[in-house]
T-cell receptor
Framework: DTAVSQTPKYLVTQMGNDKSIKCEQNLGHDTMYWYKQDSKKFLKIMFSYNNKELIINETVPNRFSPKSPDKAHLNLHINSLELGDSAVYFC???????????????FGAGTRLSVL | DQQVKQNSPSLSVQEGRISILNCDYTNSMFDYFLWYKKYPAEGPTFLISISSIKDKNEDGRFTVFLNKSAKHLSLHIVPSQPGDSAVYFCAATVGNYQLIWGAGTKLIIKP
């Protein structure tokens, strides 16, 4: 039973379209994250929610909007997709963001987004 | 501005020998350092962490060493096994919630 699952795994779409990526965790964690892994393989935090409240909102185009209907779900909606949005997007969750081990995050398998 | 740097994009080690992965950082306020392992088409998985007040943490074949004066940490894997072939990410936390990541080092274990 997958702890952090995100769908779809692959997403191929045209420029200008709107798309969503869904993420669900069954670990009972309070905090969820969205990361973007760019072409240089850096993992960059985009957003973080704690108990449905936005706590991290990095410099991300406002075409990206996270939605957390409950603490087990954090979806990512992207409007007017651009070529530069092509990347792998990872969802993650954690229970103790500043606990004794430093806030271990558990990741989904990633969604590879290709914008044509 | 890269606060966490992994200067070796790849490393090749013979099976059974020691693998040493290095990480440098610039922010002296980091309070925890974590290592993650990533296989292709999977998300990163947590491996081992160390608090900034410690200089060593060991878990089975994995040991992380922290040198605060040099702002350097390293991950030692002994002995290296074929299943250890993966990309290893160094990450650090400052305050709550946020992990700052290095670019990763691809470890290849040769049989």
């Amino acid at each position: 039973d997958t702890a952090v699952s995100q769908t779809p795994k692959y997403l191929v779409t045209q420029m200008g379209n709107d798309k969503s990526i869904k993420c669900e965790q069954n670990l009972g964690h309070d905090t969820m994250y969205w990361y973007k892994q760019d072409s240089k393989k850096f993992l960059k935090i985009m957003f973080s929610y704690n108990n449905k409240e936005l706590i991290i909102n990095e410099t991300v185009p406002n075409r990206f909007s996270p939605k957390s209907p409950d603490k087990a779900h954090l979806n990512l909606h992207i409007n007017s997709l651009e070529l530069g949005d092509s990347a792998v997007y990872f969802c993650a969750s954690s229970q103790y963001p500043s606990g004794p081990t430093g806030g271990i995050q558990y990741f989904g398998a990633g969604t590879r987004l290709s914008v044509l | 501005d890269q606060q966490v740097k992994q200067n070796s994009p790849s490393l090749s080690v013979q099976e059974g020998r020691i693998s040493i992965l290095n990480c440098d950082y610039t922010n002296s306020m980091f309070d925890y350092f974590l290592w993650y392992k990533k296989y292709p088409a999977e998300g990163p998985t947590f491996l081992i962490s160390i608090s900034s007040i410690k200089d060593k943490n060991e878990d089975g074949r994995f040991t992380v060493f922290l040198n605060k004066s040099a702002k350097h940490l390293s991950l030692h894997i002994v002995p290296s096994q074929p299943g250890d072939s993966a990309v290893y990410f160094c990450a650090a936390t400052v305050g709550n919630y946020q992990l700052i990541w290095g670019a990763g080092t691809k470890l290849i274990i040769k049989p």
